[in-house]
């Protein structure tokens, strides 16, 4: 694969960009090489500036259900454009994909449009803190709520990836009432509970988890979650920044019929603009000001692009067929890599929960971070770079989820099973 110009490009942002690129994993650091310039992308391919055409299972890290460059929302989006690009005042748009959201996830009963997950991971938690008056919050090893001081701790994604400790610049005192345990673990959450009885405000987690790739949740275990945190006055805060419509059309709290009393959202919700959200029980969301005391607030929130790009790709997504078409492509897809990987004689832990997919190295059942840790990195460079060779392009991290979309045509996973079989065979023993 020819890829001159991406190196001279890439050459060129190493002296502008910190490492090149602006956000980490995209540095091809886990999987040696370097990161490929990429010049437009359509239905489920990018196109590099060397022209090379590949199948991409990244999508700008999941948002792109429908594929990239979706025509409906392409038009939205046009003609949205010309109607002005950010008010920083109230729109019409603001309601239309609320109550959008509110008919996929009724447990939203109100909802604070913001510009990221992070904001919106760290205002729910901010939020908890005020509703409860406590200060304490539990995390899960590996599970990443975005890159607030506080959530950095055994952050799992990126941090994992590039073989970081917990980021320097971020306080100890900061990460003071952070709390930890291992995911799939309430035992260890009950012990947390235990210590501190009445000074845990919630536990946030990744219901199924994206950051350490796809690790689902064992039987139980959020609605044992559930359960805890009503019996101890803390609030469940669902992070379903990634799952939100990915694992189920109404996130992973419909999928597993658990309710949390806060949802944070991203991704899929702005069509591929950056957006975020978080919402949940009228009676915590009014705290929010200017309802209420919890100060929060963005120039950009809210902005008419993002919200037409939302509300084309949910306007899609209310069509029961074509939910299930995705969720067809993820399951051949499994089956076809599972059965690439057999015929190789090579050991992987596939695992999927809706539209969202990992191949794991390793001969251990992934179910925390722990068992993540034990695939074998080497392995997967080796077919990362292969899979790339045959136009596949995945994320370049052991750490980090594959996502499908509605332009992943049968045609299309069958070139995939195809590149999986050539690059499962060329991995060393």
């Given at each position: 694969?020819?890829?001159?110009?991406?190196?001279?490009?890439?050459q060129?942002?190493?002296l502008?960009?910190p490492?090149?690129?602006?956000?980490p994993?995209?540095?091809?650091r886990?999987?040696?090489g370097?990161?490929?310039f990429?010049e437009r992308?359509?239905?489920?391919?990018l196109?590099d500036?060397?022209?090379?055409?590949?199948?991409?299972?990244?999508?700008?890290w999941g948002?792109?259900?429908?594929g990239h460059?979706h025509?409906?929302?392409?038009?939205?989006l046009?003609?949205?454009?010309h109607n002005?690009?950010?008010?920083?005042?109230?729109?019409?748009?603001e309601?239309?994909?609320?109550?959008?959201?509110?008919r996929?996830m009724p447990?939203?009963?109100?909802i604070?449009?913001?510009?990221?997950?992070?904001?919106?991971?760290?205002?729910?938690?901010r939020?908890?803190?005020?509703?409860?008056?406590?200060n304490?919050?539990?995390k899960?090893?590996?599970?990443?709520?975005g890159?607030?001081d506080?959530?950095?701790?055994?952050?799992?994604?990126?941090?994992?990836?590039?073989?970081?400790p917990d980021?320097?610049?971020?306080p100890a005192?900061?990460?003071?009432?952070?709390?930890?345990?291992p995911?799939n673990d309430l035992d260890a959450?009950e012990?947390?509970?235990?210590r501190?009885?009445?000074?845990?405000?919630?536990?946030i987690?990744?219901?199924?988890?994206?950051?350490?790739?796809?690790?689902?949740?064992?039987?139980?275990f959020?609605s044992?979650?559930?359960?805890?945190?009503?019996?101890?006055?803390?609030?469940?805060i669902f992070?379903?920044?990634?799952?939100?419509?990915?694992?189920?059309?109404?996130?992973?709290?419909?999928?597993?019929?658990?309710?949390?009393?806060?949802?944070?959202?991203?991704?899929?919700i702005?069509?591929?603009?950056?957006?975020?959200a978080?919402?949940?029980?009228?009676e915590?969301?009014?705290?929010?000001?200017?309802?209420g005391?919890?100060?929060q607030?963005?120039?950009?929130?809210?902005?008419?692009?993002?919200m037409t790009a939302?509300?084309?790709?949910?306007?899609?997504?209310?069509?029961e067929?074509?939910?299930?078409?995705i969720?067809?492509?993820a399951?051949?897809l499994?089956?076809?890599?599972?059965e690439a990987?057999?015929?190789?004689?090579?050991?992987?832990?596939?695992?999927?929960?809706?539209t969202?997919?990992?191949?794991?190295?390793t001969?251990?059942?992934?179910?925390n971070?722990?068992?993540?840790k034990?695939?074998?990195?080497?392995?997967?460079?080796?077919?990362?770079?292969?899979?790339?060779?045959n136009g596949?392009y995945?994320?370049?991290?052991?750490f980090?989820?594959?996502?499908?979309?509605?332009?992943?045509?049968?045609?299309i996973?069958?070139k995939?099973?195809?590149?999986?079989?050539?690059a499962?065979?060329?991995?060393?023993?």
């Open positions: 694969m020819n890829i001159s110009r991406s190196r001279e490009l890439f060129k942002a190493l502008l960009l490492g090149g690129v602006d956000s994993v995209r540095a091809f886990a999987v040696g370097q990161p490929l990429i992308a359509e239905g489920a391919y196109y500036v060397d022209g090379n055409r590949l199948i991409d299972y990244v999508l700008s948002p792109l259900i429908l460059a025509p409906a929302v392409i038009e939205a046009v003609e949205a454009i002005g690009t950010s008010y920083g005042a109230p729109s019409p748009l309601i239309d994909l609320a109550e959008r959201i509110q996929f447990g939203l009963e109100m604070r449009f913001v510009n990221s997950g992070t904001e919106a991971t760290m205002s729910a938690i939020l908890a803190r005020a509703y409860t008056r406590r304490k919050i539990i899960f090893e590996g599970c990443y709520h890159h607030a506080l959530l950095l701790v055994q952050a799992g994604s990126g941090v994992a990836t590039l073989g970081l980021s320097p610049g971020v005192d900061t990460v003071r009432d952070t709390l930890v345990a995911y959450v012990s947390l509970f235990g501190f009885p009445e000074k845990i405000a919630a536990v987690v990744e219901p199924v988890a994206g950051n350490m790739g796809v690790v689902t949740p064992q039987a139980g959020l044992g979650l559930r359960a805890i945190t009503q019996n101890f006055g803390a609030l469940l992070d379903e920044v990634m799952t939100g419509f990915r694992v189920h059309p109404g996130g992973a709290q419909a999928l597993y019929q658990v309710a949390p009393d806060l949802t944070t959202l991203g991704k899929v702005g069509g591929g603009l950056p957006v975020g978080y919402g949940g029980k009228k915590i969301m009014q705290l929010v000001a200017p309802a005391p919890v100060y607030a963005g120039t950009l929130a809210g902005n008419p692009l993002a939302g509300i084309a790709t949910l306007e899609i997504l209310a069509n067929t074509v939910w299930s078409r969720v067809e492509a399951i051949a499994e089956k076809a890599v599972n990987a057999r015929q190789a004689g090579v050991t992987v832990q596939q695992t999927r929960a809706g969202m997919f990992s191949t794991f190295f001969e251990t059942p992934v179910i971070w722990q068992t993540v034990t695939s074998n990195l080497t392995r997967f460079k080796h077919f990362f770079k292969a899979m790339l060779e596949i995945l994320a370049p991290s052991q980090e989820a594959g996502f499908v979309s509605l332009a992943h045509t049968p045609e996973i069958g995939t099973a195809e590149a999986a079989h050539k499962f065979m060329q991995i060393p023993e």
